[in-house]
C-alpha cells in the first residue's frame, strides 16, 4: 500500500477484510470520517496493521480526541488506542518525545477547555508515557522532573474536582495525574529530590477544603507515596512528619472542625487518604523495605 493512503483509509480497510465493520449514525468531528466505526475486536485488529511509517502520526492524531465530549470516542477510543500501542511498544523514542511535548502542552493549557477533558486526559496519557520510560528508559533525568513539575503546576492550580458522570464519562483530574505522579515513582532511575518533588505534588491535592473525594481520588493519591516508601529513601520519621504536616497545628480550620464544612471536607479526605496508605501498607508487610502503617496511624489520631 503506497505511505501516501491515509492511515484511517488503513484501518477501515482492514476492518472491512475482517467483516466486522460497525456503523455509526455520524462519526466523530475529532478524527476521520469512518475510524471511530469501528468496534472494539476491529480496533484491535486495526491497531496491529498500522505501518511502522504511519503509527507516529496516528498517535498524535488522537490527542485532540482526547478532548471529545462523548466518553467512547475520548476514553474509550482515543486513550486506549494510545495505551495499546504504547503498551505493545509500538511507539519509538521519537514518536514518544513528540506525544509528550504536545500532551505537556494540553496540560498547561489545561484551564482553556472549557469542558475540562483536557487536562485529565492528558494527564493521563502522559503517565502511559511515563510507563514506557519506566520499563525501558528513553528520558533524560530533566525530563523526568520536567514531568513532574508540570504535574505538580496543573494540580496547583486544580479547581475542577469532577469525577464520573453517568452522561459525559470520566474527568478526574486528581486521580490522572497521581497515576502519572504514579508511574514516575516506579522508576528505577528515579532520585531523592524527584521523590521529593512528587510528595510535594502529592500534597497539594491530598485535602481539599472545597470537595470531598467520592471517586477514588485518595487511593490514587496514595499509591505513589506508597511505592516510593518502599523504595527505602525516606525514614520512618521523615514520613510521619511528611503525612502529619499535611494538616498543620496552626491551620485555623482546625479550630472547630465539627462547625465548618471546609474543616470536615479536609477531614474527610485527610483520613481516607492515611486509611489508604494503612491498608496498603499493612498488605504488603514485611515484603518491602519501608513501612508507612505507623506515620499513617500517627496522622488518623492527630486528626481532630
Known amino acids: 500500500m503506497s505511505r501516501n493512503v491515509p492511515v484511517f483509509v488503513c484501518l477501515m480497510l482492514a476492518a472491512l477484510s475482517a467483516g466486522q465493520m460497525k456503523a455509526h449514525a455520524q462519526p466523530p468531528a ?5 475510524l471511530a466505526q469501528l468496534s472494539e475486536e476491529d480496533r484491535a485488529i486495526a491497531l496491529e496493521t498500522i505501518a511502522p511509517r504511519n503509527i507516529g502520526k496516528f498517535a498524535l ?6 478532548e471529545d465530549p462523548d466518553p467512547e470516542v475520548r476514553d474509550g477510543f482515543a486513550y486506549e488506542s494510545l495505551s495499546k500501542l504504547m503498551r505493545a511498544g509500538r511507539l519509538k523514542p521519537d514518536m514518544l518525545q513528540a506525544m509528550k511535548a504536545s500532551l505537556l502542552s494540553n496540560l498547561a493549557a489545561a484551564d482553556e477547555d472549557p469542558k475540562g477533558f483536557r487536562g485529565p486526559f492528558a494527564a493521563l496519557v502522559l503517565a502511559e508515557v511515563a510507563r514506557t520510560d519506566r520499563i525501558s528508559p528513553w528520558m533524560t533525568e530533566a525530563e523526568r522532573s520536567e514531568l513532574i513539575a508540570s504535574a ?3 494540580l496547583g ?4 474536582y469532577r469525577g464520573f458522570d453517568e452522561t459525559e464519562g470520566w474527568r478526574h483530574g ?4 497521581a497515576d502519572l505522579l504514579m508511574q514516575l515513582s516506579l522508576n528505577p532511575a528515579l532520585t531523592r529530590p524527584q521523590a521529593e518533588a512528587i510528595l510535594a505534588a502529592v500534597a497539594l491535592q491530598v485535602a481539599p477544603s472545597t470537595h470531598a473525594y467520592v471517586f477514588g481520588e485518595s487511593g490514587r493519591l496514595a499509591a505513589p507515596v506508597v511505592y516510593l516508601s518502599r523504595r527505602d529513601m525516606f525514614s520512618e520519621e521523615e514520613w510521619t512528619g511528611w503525612l502529619l504536616g499535611l494538616w ?3 491551620d485555623p480550620l ?3 472542625v465539627y462547625g465548618s464544612v471546609a474543616a470536615l471536607m479536609k477531614r474527610h479526605n485527610l483520613n481516607a487518604f492515611a486509611n489508604e496508605i494503612y491498608v496498603a501498607s499493612a498488605a504488603s508487610a514485611g515484603e518491602t523495605p519501608g ?4 506515620p499513617a496511624l500517627a496522622l488518623m489520631s492527630e486528626l481532630p
Open 30 to 34: 475529532c478524527i476521520p470520517a469512518g
Open 61 to 66: 492524531d488522537l490527542i485532540p480526541c482526547l
Open 152 to 154: 505538580h503546576a496543573y
Open 157 to 160: 492550580g486544580l479547581t475542577d
Open 174 to 177: 486528581v486521580a490522572h495525574t
Open 248 to 250: 498543620p497545628a496552626d
Open 254 to 256: 482546625r479550630q472547630n
Open 291 to 294: 513501612s508507612l502503617e505507623g
